[in-house]
DNA sequence: CCGTTTTCAACATAATTTTATAGATTTTAT
DNA sequence: ATAAAATCTATAAAATTATGTTGAAAACGG
């Protein structure tokens, strides 16, 4: 499985939840009610969203009342930074981003073809943005409302 | 990171090393060299090599001058099918070939993109064959030959 | 034909990383 | 003060990655 670590599908939810509250008054979600709307332990959540804060693509509110909330609005948020924070890049192998990772680069063929696999990936979601998915979720749940 | 495991990674680069004696004369490829080319221990590649040899992808021939051969010409082998059989699939999700495996699927937007994006992929692999690869890696090494 | 070598085969174990949970602390609004 | 919420630290469970040890089949030399 070339799979996707918990870590960048739960933080893309996550951060699909922020959007959805982008621009509500009084706005900030707290991560009991993400937890709860996603089915994913808040302890873990708490592991996820701090990368992301780091990275400046949400904002915390400390203390009563407070919360999360995006730091930009969601049609400026690509889907490959959260994958970028969340996953350390979109690639597929290490090789492709750490220059030193593997010797065999220079007569490596097999790293062209993950390298080729990669940008395929990357382009995707270097276009794709917060407000791309949150549309595709509104329409969705229209198409099959509860 | 949307990470290849080592079992797709290094089950490739052994298929490329049986790729490349396929139609010598007495070719059968023994596992101590692949693991000596390509620096994997050869214990680990014995573990990668079953599932290839149940899917039929490899021969084996045991005892004195044995080894490894591809069971079937290098342009009939897909990448994809290297990937199935070692890594379950090529998708970036399981909820995309298991229906069961998670309910939120028919309101889910990540599932939407998710699934699009292991199409790219899927497209990629499965139009690529380990002959391809064993051009791209003879060209390689004619450009920058030692 | 027999034993030795070569190789695959099977099983068990160890190390590491990923995934997830638990408890205690700090900050802030009311 | 009190309660709500983020933050910090620690730990546990599971999966992935890797190694070690022994056994079994086939070829080869004598």
Redesign the interface.
């Known amino acids: ?5 918990t870590k ?2 739960y933080g ?2 996550l951060m ?1 939840q922020l959007a959805h509250h982008y621009g509500d008054k009084g706005q900030a979600v707290i991560l009991r009610s993400v937890a709860e709307n996603e089915t994913i332990s808040i302890r873990y959540l708490e592991q996820i969203i701090i990368p992301l804060k780091v990275s400046k693509l949400v904002k915390s509110i400390r203390g009563a009342g407070g919360g999360y909330s995006l730091a930009r609005p969601p049609d400026q948020i690509k ?1 490959s930074e959260i ?1 970028h924070t969340l ?8 090789c492709i981003e750490d220059e030193d990772f593997c010797p065999r680069k ?5 790293f ?3 390298n ?2 990669t940008q ?2 990357k382009g ?2 270097d276009n ?1 943005t917060l407000q791309d ?2 549309e ?2 509104r329409k ?2 229209k198409a ?1 409302p509860k």
Do not use: H, Q
Request: proline share 2%.
């Open positions: 499985m070339i799979k996707m670590s960048g599908r893309t939810r699909l889907i994958l996953e350390g890049s979109c690639c597929l192998v290490e220079p007569y490596c063929a097999t062209e073809i993950w080729k696999a395929l990936l995707y979601f794709l998915v949150v595709i979720d969705k749940k099959k």
